[in-house]
């Protein structure tokens, strides 16, 4: 039963571990899973990195759909390690969630339900081999853009493990370039489909910045947490004006004829996003949703089995270990 007395009592005061988390916070040091935090502090990592952990994992699936149809030897094992890459991109992220109080039953079964968000740009197809390359270079071109600034981020597990994954996503956007370059300076035929897959990813890309800053609810205080250093429209112009020389050197074309140089704004002008798209791929409405969700059930119910092995072993390991103890 509630009483008046259960309820959280209304202090005008901070208390004593409040001022500390923020005194940590303007001093730009680390919280780490022992200190005091927010509620509200805790639930917006929750989210946004268990997001974060299943885009990864999600991330996965549009990739691996070449595997088995990568042109050569060599370009098979980059595309096996870079999509080995993001599994593990993944575990860390899910580790770092976890060290917040959440499991990692409870996450997985968010995104298997269908109820955790993961980023939209992996609802969309790859029906052709260039996709590889448009990928390693908007998609993780964009994901770095995005997660340079969070290696500083105020949760010391969160930045920690940030530092790792932009070190290999550097490496990811270097793969999908060089993929392009050599399709650029093969045969028409690969011309084309290189420019048409650029044409494909450029505004997904874009989006992944996330809502313009007027309409990005969560953004204010996660930068006041120092979660988030800088706004999505910020990110977003920072990672155009990082492809346009790349877009030369490659003879791709960006698909906005409206994209250039404001010297008075300082800023790059383009044409408007298309928000309504973005809106229904979240919403669960994009090309390959359904599928993506599927796959990952599958491979969960598929991997039951090595659970509960690992399980049997570390259950063993322990007995035996408390019988010589
Ligand atoms: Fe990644
Ligand atoms: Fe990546």
Known sequence: MTTPADLAPVEPELSEAEKQFNDLIAADSRIEPRDWMPESYRKSLIRQISQHAHSEI???????????????????????????????????????????????????????????????????????????????????????????????????????????????????????????????????????????????????????????????PNSAQSMAWKIKRFSNDELRQRFIGMLIPQAEVLGVTLPDPKLRWNEEKGAYDMSDIDWDEFHEVLAGRGPTNSQRLQRRREAHEEGAWVREAAAEYARKQAAARAEVA
Request: glycine share 8%; proline share 6%; with cysteine.
């Open 58 to 216: 999600i991330g996965m699936q549009p990739e691996a759909n070449w595997i088995t149809r990568a042109p050569s030897l060599k370009r098979k094992a980059i595309l096996m390690a870079k999509v080995q890459d993001e599994a593990g991109h993944g575990l860390y992220l899910y580790s770092a969630a976890q060290t917040l109080g959440i499991s990692r039953e409870e996450m997985t079964d968010q995104l298997i339900a269908g109820k955790a968000k993961y980023s939209s740009i992996f609802n969309y197809p790859t029906p052709t081999w260039a996709d590889m390359g448009a990928i390693g270079w908007l998609v993780d071109g964009a994901a770095i853009c995005n997660q340079v600034p969070l290696c500083r981020a105020s949760y010391g597990p969160y930045g920690r493990a940030m530092v790792r994954i932009c070190k290999e996503e550097s490496f990811h956007q270097r793969q999908g370039f060089e993929i392009l370059l050599e399709l650029m300076q093969g045969t028409p035929a690969q011309r084309e489909m290189a420019q048409d897959a650029v044409n494909r990813w450029y505004w997904p890309s874009l989006m992944m910045f996330g809502p313009p800053d007027d309409e990005s």
